[in-house]
């Protein structure tokens, strides 16, 4: 038989061929309730396969240096068009590889070294790169971390103020990566204006919600936004930073050639298909159900003994304090995931747990809702985690409740994903 000139990943690398086969085979038969993971479509993954990814492309859409940009600049300005139309902006910049290289681009925009920031404590629900302490955010400038009231674990916005009039911060970032409620993103401009300083709303949770409508939008509130694509949005892994258009020159610096090289093309490419996708009348209606998914999968667990953090939830996540069911997070999140539901371990408010085995889980519903689950399956849901945290070492009932779980998922096949 003769050999291929060009053979397929299977012939090239079987051993990597195999664990992507494996990898689509959990993603279909588990319930994936890790908050910052979703299914993309068919479109997407093509796009993000694409031939784009052979070509360097240092520069902007009509100001490259390399030559033989002609198609490329076509991607990049649909893809930016496309993303300014879907969340009204003035600017935005699709080159960011992730959220984290976006935040990265902001500090370089507007702060120099050693500029006090100030952003919501990672404990507490935020984010590495808002300036905690092990991410170079928090090394190169000086950090004033804010967190939550102990009454209700909502933003203790009193103690925002305090700080930000206390040390003036440059930039102020609103986000977050385990907070269940509404960001009130005006409360936090009148704080950032009374200090002069820059608002960043990072909504790499949230971009999804924002765009279908279902949550507050910063936009012309925050002057500068990041996001992830991926998450609620549903998008590649990359990142983005919109902003007013005062500030697109410094923000496209900061980016090329501030933090990065060439942009993925192909990951451009691929945000330009979800953000049309992101814009069809569906999209609304399946981030109107991750909500309500949330809170029905909330009603659910505190029907059944479970502790949530702010008492339910306002968005696509819950985070679950498990200290009355006499559990960790860490092991729990183990049994769950020998149970087919796939979720996080995760730090609660004022956690006296260290992180690596914290008193909570994280869980979310973004997943589950592009596979088309609904409140019924939220709350089949509930009544396997509470038997999961209840009995973690019952290897039977676990096995039980993951056929349990692989003969639901098989009702709601994923998006993008064909298993033989």
């Given at each position: 038989m003769p050999m291929l000139s060009d053979p397929p990943l299977a012939v090239v690398d079987p051993d990597i061929a195999s664990l992507i086969q494996q990898e689509e085979r959990r993603e279909t038969h588990k319930i994936r309730l890790i908050a910052s993971?979703?299914?993309?479509?068919?479109?997407?993954?093509e796009a993000s396969g694409s031939v784009l990814t052979n070509k360097y492309s240092e520069g902007y859409s009509g100001k490259r240096y390399y030559e033989g940009q002609q198609l490329i600049d076509q991607v990049e300005t649909l893809a930016c068009d496309r993303v300014k139309a879907l969340f009204g902006v003035d600017h935005v910049n699709v080159q960011p590889y992730s959220g984290s290289p976006a935040n990265l681009a902001v500090y370089l925009a507007f702060c120099e070294p050693g500029d006090s920031i100030m952003g919501m404590g990672l404990p507490f629900g935020g984010h590495l790169t808002h300036g905690w302490n092990v991410s170079i955010t928090g090394r190169y400038f000086q950090s004033h971390p804010y967190g939550l009231r102990p009454s209700d674990h909502r933003i203790d916005f009193d103690q925002v103020r305090a700080l930000a009039k206390e040390h003036r911060p440059r930039l102020i970032w609103?986000?977050?990566?385990?907070?269940?409620?509404?960001v009130d993103f005006g409360e936090f401009r009148a704080i950032a204006d009374e200090v002069g300083a820059i608002l960043c709303a990072d909504i790499a949770h949230i971009a999804g919600l924002v765009a279908g409508g279902v949550h507050p939008s910063p936009v012309k509130v925050a002057q500068v936004i990041t996001t992830t694509t991926h998450k609620t949005l549903r998008g590649p892994r990359g990142g983005m930073i919109m902003c007013d258009e005062e500030h697109a020159k410094a923000i496209d610096k900061a980016v090329f050639p501030g933090v990065q090289g060439g942009p993925h093309n192909h990951t451009t490419a691929a945000i330009a298909v979800a953000a049309r996708e992101a814009s069809q009348p569906e999209f609304k209606a399946y981030a109107r159900r991750?909500?309500?998914?949330?809170?029905?999968?909330a009603e659910g667990l505190l029907g059944r003994g479970f502790d949530l953090i702010t008492g339910g939830t306002d968005n696509h996540l819950l985070l679950v304090d498990l200290t009355r069911k006499s559990i960790s997070g860490r092991p729990a999140a183990r049994a769950l995931d020998a149970a087919g539901i796939v979720c996080n371990c995760n730090a609660i408010p004022f956690d006296p747990r260290k992180p690596?085995?914290?008193?909570?889980?994280?869980?979310?519903?973004?997943?589950?809702?592009?596979?088309?689950?609904?409140?019924?399956?939220?709350?089949?849901?509930?009544?396997?985690?509470?038997?999961?945290?209840?009995?973690p070492t019952d290897s039977a009932l676990l096995a039980r409740i993951a056929g349990e779980v692989q003969e639901l998922c098989a009702s709601f096949p994923p998006p993008g994903i064909v298993v033989g």
């Amino acid at each position: 038989m003769p050999m291929l000139s060009d053979p397929p990943l299977a012939v090239v690398d079987p051993d990597i061929a195999s664990l992507i086969q494996q990898e689509e085979r959990r993603e279909t038969h588990k319930i994936r309730l890790i908050a910052s993971e979703n299914y993309v479509s068919r479109a997407v993954l093509e796009a993000s396969g694409s031939v784009l990814t052979n070509k360097y492309s240092e520069g902007y859409s009509g100001k490259r240096y390399y030559e033989g940009q002609q198609l490329i600049d076509q991607v990049e300005t649909l893809a930016c068009d496309r993303v300014k139309a879907l969340f009204g902006v003035d600017h935005v910049n699709v080159q960011p590889y992730s959220g984290s290289p976006a935040n990265l681009a902001v500090y370089l925009a507007f702060c120099e070294p050693g500029d006090s920031i100030m952003g919501m404590g990672l404990p507490f629900g935020g984010h590495l790169t808002h300036g905690w302490n092990v991410s170079i955010t928090g090394r190169y400038f000086q950090s004033h971390p804010y967190g939550l009231r102990p009454s209700d674990h909502r933003i203790d916005f009193d103690q925002v103020r305090a700080l930000a009039k206390e040390h003036r911060p440059r930039l102020i970032w609103c986000g977050l990566s385990a907070y269940p409620r509404v960001v009130d993103f005006g409360e936090f401009r009148a704080i950032a204006d009374e200090v002069g300083a820059i608002l960043c709303a990072d909504i790499a949770h949230i971009a999804g919600l924002v765009a279908g409508g279902v949550h507050p939008s910063p936009v012309k509130v925050a002057q500068v936004i990041t996001t992830t694509t991926h998450k609620t949005l549903r998008g590649p892994r990359g990142g983005m930073i919109m902003c007013d258009e005062e500030h697109a020159k410094a923000i496209d610096k900061a980016v090329f050639p501030g933090v990065q090289g060439g942009p993925h093309n192909h990951t451009t490419a691929a945000i330009a298909v979800a953000a049309r996708e992101a814009s069809q009348p569906e999209f609304k209606a399946y981030a109107r159900r991750i909500v309500d998914n949330a809170k029905a999968l909330a009603e659910g667990l505190l029907g059944r003994g479970f502790d949530l953090i702010t008492g339910g939830t306002d968005n696509h996540l819950l985070l679950v304090d498990l200290t009355r069911k006499s559990i960790s997070g860490r092991p729990a999140a183990r049994a769950l995931d020998a149970a087919g539901i796939v979720c996080n371990c995760n730090a609660i408010p004022f956690d006296p747990r260290k992180p690596f085995d914290p008193s909570g889980i994280r869980v979310g519903t973004a997943a589950v809702s592009s596979r088309g689950m609904g409140k019924d399956e939220m709350a089949r849901l509930a009544a396997w985690i509470d038997q999961a945290v209840a009995s973690p070492t019952d290897s039977a009932l676990l096995a039980r409740i993951a056929g349990e779980v692989q003969e639901l998922c098989a009702s709601f096949p994923p998006p993008g994903i064909v298993v033989g």
